[in-house]
């Protein structure tokens, strides 16, 4: 077994910081017991039953990271993500997503126009460029990215259901959005990095 000094083991560790910067790494986690029940179908995926319309409550982790901490010891202050969770829950709660190329898009844009439920209507839908895991990763890594980007600005962030999100909670200049892991359940999910 090799021994080390504490000089040879400070050495290396000094040696790592300069070669690789530490990080604080802070996550914030909506589960999939939030509610978040979207319908969506793989249109292409004609090999298996995940082309027919089929629905999960969906769950969405973000992990932030920053070389340093604000002056309470935090990377990100949750507090500032009312605009994502709005944005979440107007993307996914109780919708139909469907992508921009479904080949039946509109029917269900018809389906759409019928209104929303208090109007006897059949669904809230959303177009997005793609679905599954792997894409609601993205949109949502974008979304987040963009909220950030506005409230670092001193901006508003208006959520596309009509709300407007004052930049309230301070954001560091050197917190960034790591990753979005977006779950179907236990099971599946998918991470975007950016």
Not at 35 to 55: P, V, Y
Not at 129 to 137: D, I, L, P, R, S
Not at 159 to 173: H, K, L, M
Request: negative net charge; contains cysteine; charged residues 25%.
């Amino acid at each position: 077994m090799i021994q080390y000094t504490e000089e040879q083991l400070q050495a290396a560790l000094l040696a790592q910081q300069k070669t690789h910067k530490a990080k604080y790494l802070s996550t914030k986690t909506y589960g999939n017991d939030r509610g978040l029940s979207c319908c969506f179908r793989q249109w292409r995926s004609t090999h298996s039953h995940c082309s027919l319309l089929h629905g999960y409550s969906i769950g969405i982790k973000l992990v932030f990271e920053s070389e340093t901490l604000d002056d309470r010891n935090w990377v990100m202050d949750f507090g500032g993500l009312k605009a994502f969770k709005d944005w979440s829950e107007w993307q996914f709660d109780h919708t139909l997503v469907v992508a921009a190329d479904d080949p039946h898009r509109d029917m269900f844009e018809r389906m759409a126009k019928l209104g929303l439920q208090d109007q006897g209507g059949v669904c809230d839908l959303r177009i997005v460029e793609g679905v599954g895991c792997e894409k609601f990763a993205e949109l949502a890594y974008k979304e987040m990215a963009t909220i950030l980007h506005t409230f670092k600005t001193g901006n508003n962030y208006y959520c596309p259901n009509g709300q407007t999100f004052e930049a309230r909670y301070p954001v560091g200049s050197g917190v960034r959005l790591r990753s979005a892991e977006v779950f179907e359940h236990a099971g599946n999910s998918a991470v975007y990095e950016g």
